[in-house]
């Protein structure tokens, strides 16, 4: 079992402002994903990163992949309001889990 | 609905009742997950199925924890002489292709929220 630790545990900012949250593993992985979940909903698939280095950006969102593919982070541009949720990075060689990233954006 | 559907999405259940929670993956999807959530936490991995086959069962708590896909769709997970830290959500999630394949793209369902008094 390959384990994920997520950085910050928790966020809160302001609307506007910049953040990057992290995931890191000792392990390589093949590939990795983010999710993200909202409050009584299931985790939805934002990205997967395959390729040492990669950078692949979503609108706002951008997340990076580690060339050594043991670590990924993701960082928000000008955060909103609908941002906010708990962000869980998995590695897809086995589907488990970190602990996530619950991040607040107040108005 | 074309997504994954659990039911029932609550049930409250008296310490030392067995309780059943269903999963109806998306149609055709090879691998079904089973996750454990506690509040404030990260999914926990219970168990996977590949097919009608268990591939997977090292994240199951206990003995107690007992799950089952017959014939390759739905899943039933079910947790015997249910205990008060046996309270958490449970999610189950499918995917079109083996974990094997690399091509893990999970869909969720809502989750069932369990809670033992």
């Known amino acids: 079992t390959q384990l994920l630790e997520q950085s910050p545990q928790f966020l809160s900012i302001q609307e506007g402002e910049n953040l990057t949250v992290y995931c890191n593993s000792s392990?390589?992985?093949?590939?990795l994903q983010w999710y993200r979940q909202e409050p009584g909903e299931g985790p939805v698939l934002l990205v997967t990163v395959v390729t040492g280095g990669e950078v692949k950006k979503l609108k706002r969102l951008t997340f990076q992949f580690g060339d050594a593919r043991k670590d990924s982070s993701l960082h928000i541009t000008a955060a909103q309001p609908g941002d906010t949720g708990l962000y869980l990075c998995a590695g897809a060689n086995d589907m488990r889990f970190g602990a996530g990233t619950r991040l607040t954006v107040k108005p | 609905g074309a997504g994954v559907s659990q039911s029932p999405r609550y049930k409250v259940a008296k310490r030392g009742q067995d309780v059943a929670l269903r999963c109806d993956p998306i149609?055709?999807?090879?691998?079904l997950f089973w996750y454990q959530q506690a509040l404030g936490q990260g999914p926990e991995f219970l168990t996977y199925?590949?097919?009608?086959?268990?591939?997977?069962k090292s994240g199951l708590p206990s003995d107690r924890f007992f799950a089952e896909r017959p014939e390759g769709s739905v899943s039933t997970l079910k947790i015997q002489r249910t205990q008060q830290e046996d309270s958490a959500v449970y999610l189950c999630a499918s995917s079109l292709f083996p974990l094997s394949s690399g091509y893990n793209e999970q869909f969720f369902g809502p989750g069932t929220r369990l809670t033992v008094l």
């Open positions: 149609s055709g999807h090879v691998s």
């Open positions: 199925f590949q097919n009608e086959a268990q591939l997977d």
């Open positions: 392990s390589v992985f093949s590939s």
